[in-house]
């Protein structure tokens, strides 16, 4: 295939940032987006130019960190997936693809197609924990029955994987998926009883605190879940909010 890429380049968080289009021959449907972005990279390292600049890890859809936004889209066209486990079958000959980073006040670019997530690190660290010992003497799992249905809607929450597709595609970059998802697979647990309180107060807080925005109910979030997190979630975090703001 033969494409044509227009591909955000920013040199920092201070530098204005601008479109480059960039002309690509060669490519096969069986190519995953980033191996393409790789073809793209070699030629410009072979011409002397610097390689455009884009996060990644496992290229197996569980880390999360290669999230771009591609011709509008949080990932790409295709549904379910992150953007390593897109494939260029997706995209025609003489296609232009636009490639931009995520763009939210709370993800500050770095670099090109890199930007700065550790917002929700911090997220996580305000209340993403269990004080249950789970380690040198943990307690056998089956001392504490849980209906199959609670962990399987547990197992779902916690297949989150913190790309921040849900911040990038909503209108207010909101975080409210990414909180919820993470406040659910505890709060349906009875290990993450004991500081339900202060987790869904604490990560609602820092939340608000990182600058993401208030969510409106559109559903675009849950559209381009790569792992499919529903909606769901953000009402049962809500449930926990109001419950633990009444005994606070």
């Not at 197609?113 to 003497?137: E, H, K």
């Amino acid at each position: 295939m033969k494409l044509t890429l227009k591909i955000w380049r920013q040199r920092n968080a201070k530098d204005k940032g601008k479109m480059v289009e960039y002309p690509l021959d060669g490519i096969e449907g069986d190519m995953s987006f980033l191996e393409m972005l790789d073809v793209l990279n070699e030629g410009l390292i072979n011409k002397g130019d610097e390689p455009v600049s884009f996060d990644h890890d496992c290229r197996e859809g569980i880390c999360g960190s290669c999230s771009l936004f591609i011709n509008g889209e949080a990932h790409g066209p295709d549904r379910g997936i992150p953007t390593c486990q897109l494939h260029m079958r997706m995209f025609k000959d003489g296609d232009e693809i636009i490639i931009e980073p995520f763009r939210a006040k709370a993800f500050p670019v770095i670099k090109d197609l890199v930007v700065d997530r550790s917002s929700f690190d911090r997220i996580q660290q305000a209340g993403g924990f269990v004080s249950i010992n789970t380690s040198g003497n943990p307690v056998d799992a089956n001392t504490i029955p849980i209906p199959k249905h609670d962990a399987d809607r547990a197992f779902d929450a916690a297949t989150c994987i913190g790309c921040g597709a849900c911040v990038a595609t909503c209108k207010n970059s909101s975080a409210m998926l990414f909180v919820a998802a993470k406040v659910s697979q505890y709060a349906l647990l009875p290990q993450g009883r004991v500081e339900a309180t202060d987790r869904v107060l604490n990560m609602v807080a820092q939340m608000d605190a990182e600058g993401f925005g208030n969510c409106t109910n559109t559903g675009a979030c849950e559209v381009e879940c790569p792992k499919g997190i529903s909606l769901e979630t953000i009402a049962r975090m809500n449930r926990e909010y109001l419950s633990a703001s009444l005994k606070g």
